[in-house]
């Protein structure tokens, strides 16, 4: 029943990645996820399969979702900072699965008279129907251990590209950098933002000096993680 969303968790910080990173949100995450980066099995036995360099930093949130009426899933907090001029970020697992849900959420806020500006974070996998402000689609590369026939819907990213968009890529080496190229030559280089892979702060210590590089060879843009560089962590700040 569309009325119902299936939420992991909602909280107030700053937009951590890419255009519009510094920016206060409100963040709305999302449960369920059609990929699992990491590989098959990985939510079971928290390994790497089928040549995943990397596991989902979220799958623990977004395989348990809490069914909350789309009128009820915002503080009052919350709902004050959007009134101020908080972007409303969705995010997940993949929150175009929950595109009716998404609808309704915005309808409950335009009764209140809040109107803010949404980003949604999708794998680009999925084709929408929502009118947002700004799509961060984040297209998996073969090192999340995802098949490629799931992972990789050229025809679905030209239609998301078509709305207000970048498209994100966590990469580690210039091998990465070749598969980008390859598989992603259609768009354009001011449309693709690189961020340094790492779970830690050590770990984008030593990755951002080669990711820098490789953004200013190619012409596109770079972003920070402000959530490691901050707080070390990567969900709920
Ligand atoms: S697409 Fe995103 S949310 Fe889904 S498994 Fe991969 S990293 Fe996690």
């Given at each position: ?15 951590g ?32 399969h ?58 409950f ?6 109107r803010?500006?949404i980003?949604?974070?999708?794998n ?11 799509y961060?689609?984040s ?17 679905i ?7 207000h968009?970048?498209f ?10 070749q598969e ?24 984008l210590?030593?990755?951002r ?5 490789l953004a ?22």
């Amino acid at each position: 029943m569309a009325d119902l969303i299936s939420v992991c968790e909602v909280f107030y910080s700053i937009q951590g990645e890419g255009m519009t990173m510094g920016r206060p949100s409100v963040f709305l995450r999302l449960a369920g996820c059609n990929l699992l980066c990491g590989g098959p099995g990985t939510q079971h036995d928290g390994a790497l399969h089928n040549g995943a360099t990397w596991r989902c930093d979220t799958i623990e949130l977004w395989m348990k979702g809490l069914a909350m009426d789309c009128r009820e899933v915002f503080t009052s907090e919350q709902l004050a900072f959007l009134r101020k001029g908080a972007h409303l970020v969705i995010t997940g697992g993949e929150p175009l699965l929950q595109q009716n849900q998404i609808q309704n959420v915005i309808n409950f806020l335009a009764s209140q008279d809040i109107r803010p500006y949404i980003e949604v974070e999708t794998n680009g996998t999925i084709a929408s129907e929502l009118d947002l402000d700004q799509y961060n689609i984040s297209p998996k590369l073969r090192n999340s251990g995802v098949k490629r026939a799931d992972r990789y819907k050229p025809e679905i990213l030209l239609g998301l590209s078509e709305n207000h968009c970048q498209f994100k890529f966590v990469i580690s080496s210039e091998t990465d950098w070749q598969e980008i190229e390859k598989d992603f030559a259609f768009i354009p280089p001011n449309q693709i933002w690189l961020m340094p892979a790492g779970e830690s702060q050590t770990q984008l210590a030593a990755t951002r000096p080669v990711v820098v590089e490789l953004a200013k060879a190619h012409g596109v843009n770079y972003s920070e993680r402000l959530q490691i560089v901050v707080w070390d962590r990567k969900t709920g700040v």
